[in-house]
């Protein structure tokens, strides 16, 4: 299986439909891709919280239109990254977007763990309540979106639902890129699934972004990593390997926590 991982730089001065424009450009040129990955907020950007209400859009607006043109314009499976969405009802959500090769929307889903310690995404936007898996002809992909990195039993959830390739769409800062490779490695290791990790290059907002989007194989192994500047990261894997790696090491089939509720004492 063919993936593209699009590390776009948000550059403040850079308007947002031309970021978009470029963001199809880009998708355009990975024709022959079976999977192409955008990341997190990246039309407006994942810290300009002040842009966010400005920004917002409906679920089928600019950038869903947009998205589903480019996916099928290149024939491929995309995840869109994320955006601010404005539901009927006013409120925000992180949304992302995944779309057929045909350019029909698959899925969409709304970031659970909203970040920033009752500050920015937390107070500013909903909170997603769904785990959303999408299947592909060649695996299962489940879906989450930065924060959710750090919380290990919604990828539970995603494995027990089918997933066996685990998509991020961040936008990490520098500050803590450690803790990015870390935990996108944690999460491949512990669910012995894939892990295909793409986060937003440049500085937004004053913060500056990690870049190093991420492929971790179901062993921790990493298969392909990006620098910090814009990058498009081409990788090539193979899905048979989660079912393998799973029945030559069945440590999921001894889980005892999680499948039926504790007895505490």
Known sequence: MRASLIQIAVDPDESVNARRQRAASLIAARRGADLVVLPELWPVGAFAYTDFENEAEPLQGPTHDLMAKAAADAGVWLHAGSFVERAPDGTLYNTSLVF????????AYRKIHRFGFDQGEAVMMGAGEELVTVALPQTTIGLATCYDLRFPEMFRGLVDAGAGTLIVAAGWPERRRAHWTLLAQARAVENQSYVLAVGTAG?????????????VDPWGEVLAEAGADEEVLDVEFDPAKVAATREQFPALKDRRLGLAPPRLR
Not at 100 to 107: C, K, L, Y
Not at 205 to 214: E, F, K, V, Y
Request: net charge negative.
């Open 100 to 107: 057929t090769p045909e350019g029909e929307r698959a899925a």
């Open 203 to 215: 500085t937004h907002a004053g913060i500056q972004q990690a870049g190093h989007s991420i492929v």
